[in-house]
């Protein structure tokens, strides 16, 4: 069986199962929240390797990071959380944090800045998918015991390799990554050196309002209340998050009253709960976007003229006003809105004609077959569907291999993709979450392994735009900074093998009595400990 087959008869027998495993059960008790959400890109609960959308929705809730985002007021930026407050040193490279007192992990062990040294250093030294947001400063497993290191009991220092922003350097620490974990529980499940990495995995050690309960790969995400949590014991006592791959599953049992939230419906369904009694529908603008990328070790994808072509391919507005209806709206630059450096700018439409045009010039004027690789949600696979039919109309014979986010991403991250038709959400609210992803690449070697950057995933090999990049992180004055990621990202939408398509607006069901859920905006993951009903 080839991989495709392979992929496709999994992604048929994931569908099953995520339709079948529930039975309906009564409404949802007081002190319960309920969530149906698709979860089955979870593969780790490790902070220093999670990096997938779900897994950050749960970290979010589990673990506790030096500074972190108030659900309730996220316009305000990040806050203090277990550093009650930090001072920065004259040259700018040393932050100092000065640890809350009488915070407790949910173990009972004591939250020290050993804890938090342990914690930047571990992830560090493991050197995961998502190190780059630390390593970006110049940390590495040789350096940690000089530059991030505990002074006493309540003191942590870092010490950057060169001045950068402060609010960039603390915007990172909100990301997954910056998770403070318990370094006696975890170091007590460490095997072979891996610094507790594989029990890690499957259990967590926090300090955060939630505790894992359970979790069933492609079924089911429990967290319970930490009734020591710092900032009070949640009103939610169990938050059950069901992996449901349907919308219109997810619209039936918010509908019966055996979900508390659904947070996968398309424009129909949420159309179709406008007039159900005691149900509501939210509204959040988020910084995920949906793109298109062409890998470059493919001969006709690395040629910038079918690069421009296949931008003009995509039937942008086509998909935003009818499935994407209400959910994504037409964005085609690398930053979000609301972040610095934003821009309108959308200087792509579909035009068949000028694609056919562009592909003659190429040498492809009578086309060429492709892959395209998309995990088994209903709008990728919709967005994947249409792209198909406007490929077809210019000769380019596109075949679709559907997958689990496990499955798709694991031949993303290998670069062993032909295009991809995914989702990217920051990891923290600074214009270098995405230009240090999708405009950076230091190294595009093979050898340099399974980054999260996507211009290695893609293998766009670009040291002059990389080290505009840097120049970008590096400049200190706010007015300045925003002129150069709008400049970059103009050069991007030209010469990059991205085709950036949509901003998401996430549009949520919830129970009419639901109060004080966040999805997280577009800076971070969904908080669940402000939740009542």
């Not at 998909?319 to 809105?337: C, D, I």
Request: charged share 20%.
């Amino acid at each position: 069986m080839n991989v495709f087959n392979r992929l496709l008869t999994s992604a048929a027998f994931g569908v099953a199962v995520g339709l079948t495993s529930f039975a309906a059960v009564a409404d949802t008790p007081p002190n319960m929240l309920v969530i149906a959400n698709r979860i089955d890109d979870v593969t780790t609960l490790d902070p220093a390797q999670s990096f997938e959308f779900a897994g950050g929705d749960a970290s979010r809730n589990i673990y506790s990071r030096l500074v972190n985002f108030d659900p309730a007021d996220l316009s305000a930026g990040y806050k203090p959380d277990l550093a009650e407050s930090w001072d920065v040193s004259e040259d700018g490279k040393t932050i100092t944090f000065h640890m809350r007192p009488g915070v407790k992990f949910a173990s009972g062990n004591p939250v020290t800045a050993a804890d938090a040294e342990f914690s930047l250093r571990r992830a560090v030294t493991l050197n995961k998918t998502p190190s780059f947001i630390l390593t970006q400063f110049g940390f590495t497993a040789e350096n940690v015991g000089d530059t991030i290191k505990a002074t006493d009991d309540m003191t942590l220092q870092i010490t950057t390799d060169k001045r950068y922003a402060t609010s960039f350097v603390l915007n990172c620490m909100t990301a997954t990554i910056g998770g403070i974990v318990d370094m006696k529980t975890v170091m007590e499940h460490e095997a072979d050196g891996d610094l507790g990495n594989e029990w890690l995995r499957t259990n967590t050690a926090g300090s955060g309002p939630y505790v894992l309960g359970s979790w069933k790969p492609n079924e089911s995400l429990t967290l319970t209340a930490n009734p020591d949590y710092y900032g009070g014991a949640p009103a939610m006592e169990r938050v059950v998050v069901r992996h449901i791959q349907e919308s219109a599953t997810q619209r039936l049992l918010l509908e019966k009253g055996d979900i508390d939230i659904a947070r996968n419906l398309n424009p129909d369904d949420v159309a179709g709960l406008g007039g159900v009694d005691d149900v509501k529908i939210a509204n959040e603008l988020r910084g995920r976007l949906m793109y298109i990328s062409l890998n470059q070790k493919n001969e006709a994808l690395s040629n910038p003229k079918v690069v421009e072509a296949i931008k003009y391919l995509i039937d942008y507005d086509g998909m935003a006003n009818s499935f994407l209806k209400g959910q994504y709206t037409v964005h085609q630059a690398f930053l979000p809105r609301t972040y610095l450096g934003e821009i309108a700018d959308k200087p792509y439409s579909l035009n068949i004609e000028k694609a056919k045009a562009l592909l003659a010039e190429a040498g492809y004027g009578d086309g060429f077959e492709i892959g395209l690789f998309v995990r088994e949600a209903q709008e990728r696979i919709e967005i994947a569907t249409s792209l198909q039919n406007t490929f077809a109309q210019a000769g380019i014979t596109a075949t679709m291999t559907v997958g689990t986010g496990k499955q798709i991403l694991g031949v993303y991250r290998s670069r062993e993709h032909d295009i991809y038709v995914g989702a990217w959400g920051p990891d923290y609210p600074d214009p270098n979450t995405n230009a240090g992803t999708f405009a950076f690449n230091p190294d595009n070697s093979d050898e340099a392994g399974a980054t999260g950057l996507l211009a290695w995933r893609n293998a766009w090999h670009i040291p002059e735009m990389s080290n505009a990049t840097l120049a970008a992180v590096e400049e200190g004055d706010r007015n300045t900074r925003g002129k150069m990621y709008e400049a970059l990202q103009r050069e991007h939408q030209m010469v990059s093998p991205f085709a950036v398509m949509f901003q998401k607006n996430e549009q949520n069901g919830l129970g009419s009595e639901v109060e004080g859920f966040s999805m997280g905006g577009a800076i971070t993951g969904a908080g669940y400990w402000k939740v009542t009903k």
